[in-house]
């Protein structure tokens, strides 16, 4: 039974060691400036890394956390991926059209935060750029469930939309993890991540992901990777080039449809800070 | 058939001893590899308790586990095979567990009728598992003689009985409202909280002109927002007719409410359904759940209490 559900996709992943992650992107630079057309530089720590490069290098490691100057002891970020929270996802990956900058699946190195990191987006309050949703209620994607299951992601339509989340007070942000749909592995496009003052989203706008390689968002072109959707999520890293979380109360998700049409789903994100 | 529940960790753990972990696929390997590394199981939070109200004198949690999964009712509109895959399922030892996976998490009332089997299930349940969930039993008494079902359903130990919403909608349309407050007398009497059900909107209607001294009522509500309720002959697809109408006329209802059907059967988001129901003035939910569902119903419901529910309707319990 399980030897006729390996789809030959799956056999590349076989050569690889065990593995227990993905490698996120690299996170873009918080850049002070007002969302535009223009092209925006995004975040670069160390860590820079594009679907062509060899698997990136593992993101800030302990010194940069704490350059901020904080001396507090650094844990590994959990996500709470029990075997209970997440779904699994149909085998095998879709068939069709890959961008160019997909990157590798490699392990993702732990992301150490200082001890009382929590998830700051729990129980907010979500927005989002349609007036109605195709699925789901806004409130699924700051519940702590992070199932992939019928009834358990939040549908926008096809193009690009945003999800908004409102901290309630500026918090220092460390991370951002977003789970879109996963069930069925999917490439969504022109993921961005910017954090910003106020709600309209006009105030010390900062752009903490972007993988949009050909500016179709006209947002700016990103650097970042592209990814499949899998149940660990996709971790952005939201500090600065010298460790510092990114100070904001308001987190935007920006994503396109689907490389094959899908619509856009998300089904949970988190917020990492203090 | 074996009672086991084949989990995934049990699927994974088959898996890789029949076929090497080189045949599996990438997530299942590394799903395996989590279990091996002795990924602890999901801990409770016990902190994070379920909101509580009162009926009569009983404190029950805003959730309450519905009783069809244990009796075998699966509402499941055209598909035939549900209801008996629902009993193949649900074994008594599943429903036991069930029930002790709702206590954990906070649920401290299930609602059912009183056949043989959630009898059984239940006295068992409290025998053997030294469980201390209330039963609100869903009962039939007979207009002519009210006391013998209702006596049954004291003495298997229910905690409070109400009139089968089916069975009141039927004395409603004869015009025997009398008998109905004649049945919630001799619960009192017998020092229960006695309630009357109803899926029609004429129930608590009827009930509130005449005066009868319920201490609750268990009315369905849930919204139009899916796909079967549009059917144009309906078959077990809709509980609810009049959402919009049993939420303005519960509004002037002062007696607890227990909203029930509120995921029409399974068709409707539990966030969405619940969020309506409990912000269209809901005291308390009933929800039937398969094991797998507990935690994360639970989850939600908690949710929506942290963030706060807006409604009109002041909470009666």
């Not at chain 1, 129980?123 to 019928?150: H, M, N, W």
């Not at chain 1, 926008?156 to 918090?171: A, E, S, Y």
């Not at chain 1, 006209?218 to 952005?236: I, N, Q, S």
């Not at chain 2, 030892?93 to 401290?108: A, F, S, Y």
Request: hydrophobic share 40%; net charge positive.
């Amino acid at each position: 039974m399980i030897a006729s559900r390996v789809p030959l996709a799956c056999l590349g992943g076989l050569l690889l060691a065990c593995l227990c992650g993905c490698d996120e992107g690299s996170g873009g630079a918080p850049t002070a400036t007002a969302q535009s057309t223009e092209a925006q530089p995004t975040r670069r720590g160390k860590a820079e890394a594009s679907a062509l490069d060899t698997p990136a290098p593992t993101e800030s490691g302990p010194a940069e956390a704490t350059a901020a100057g904080s001396t507090s002891e650094l844990v590994a970020l959990d996500l709470g991926l029990t075997l209970d929270a997440v779904t699994r996802a149909t085998p095998g990956n879709p068939r069709g059209v890959k961008p160019p900058h997909l990157r590798e699946e490699v392990k993702r190195e732990p992301f150490m935060v200082p001890k009382g990191v929590a998830n700051v987006a729990l129980y907010q309050p979500v927005t989002c750029s349609e007036k109605r949703l195709f699925a789901g209620d806004l409130d699924q994607l700051t519940d702590d469930i992070k199932q992939s299951g019928k009834f358990d992601f939040v549908e926008l339509d096809t193009g690009l939309h945003w999800v908004q989340i409102d901290l309630g007070q500026v918090r220092a942000i460390h991370a951002v993890a977003i789970w879109h749909y996963y069930k069925n592995p999917t490439i969504y496009q022109d993921v961005i991540v910017q954090v910003a003052d106020d709600q309209a989203f006009r105030q010390n706008v900062r752009t903490l992901f972007n993988n949009d390689h050909d500016n179709s968002a006209r947002m700016g072109t990103g650097k970042d990777t592209a990814f499949y959707t899998r149940w660990w999520g996709e971790l952005v890293n939201a500090r600065g080039p010298d460790g510092a979380p990114t100070r904001a109360r308001h987190v935007r998700v920006y994503t396109a449809g689907g490389m094959e049409g899908e619509p856009v789903r998300f089904v949970e994100i988190e917020v990492y800070g203090m | 058939m074996a009672e086991e529940r084949l989990c995934r960790r049990d699927f994974l753990r088959r898996a890789g001893i029949a076929c090497g972990v080189a045949a599996l696929t990438l997530e299942e390997r590394t799903l395996l590899a989590a279990q091996k590394a002795g990924a602890a199981p999901p801990k409770e939070d016990k902190s994070a308790a379920l909101p509580m109200g009162k009926i009569g004198k009983l404190n029950v949690s805003r959730m309450i586990c519905g009783g069809n999964l244990i009796s075998g009712y699966a509402h499941s509109r055209d598909l035939v095979y549900v209801s008996r895959l629902m009993q193949e399922y649900n074994t008594e030892k599943r429903v036991l567990d069930t029930l002790e996976l709702c206590e954990r998490h906070g649920i401290n009332t299930v609602l059912s009728d009183p056949w043989d089997k959630p009898r059984t299930i239940l006295n068992r349940y409290w025998k053997e598992r030294g469980g201390k969930i209330q039963w609100i039993v869903d009962s039939r008494p007979d207009p002519k003689d009210v006391k013998p079902k209702i006596k049954m359903a004291i003495d298997a130990g229910a905690s409070a009985i109400y009139v089968n919403g089916g069975w009141a909608e039927r004395l409603v349309k004869q015009g025997k409202v009398d008998a109905l407050a004649k049945m919630v007398d001799f619960i009192q009497e017998n020092g229960l909280p006695a309630g009357i059900g109803g899926h029609l909107l004429d129930v608590p209607v009827a009930c509130e002109e005449a005066g009868v001294k319920a201490d609750f009522y268990v009315k369905t509500l849930h919204s139009r927002q899916y796909w079967s309720s549009a059917a144009q002959r309906e078959h077990d697809n809709i509980w609810c007719r009049k959402p919009a109408e049993t939420i303005a006329f519960m509004k002037t209802v002062t007696k607890p409410w227990i909203a029930y059907k509120t995921l029409a059967a399974g068709a409707v988001n539990p966030t969405v359904g619940f969020k309506y129901a409990l912000q269209g003035g809901a005291d308390f939910l009933c929800v039937g759940m398969f094991d797998f569902q507990v935690a994360q119903d639970v989850k939600i419901v908690q949710g929506l209490f942290k963030r706060g529910i807006q409604r009109e309707r002041p909470w009666r319990a």
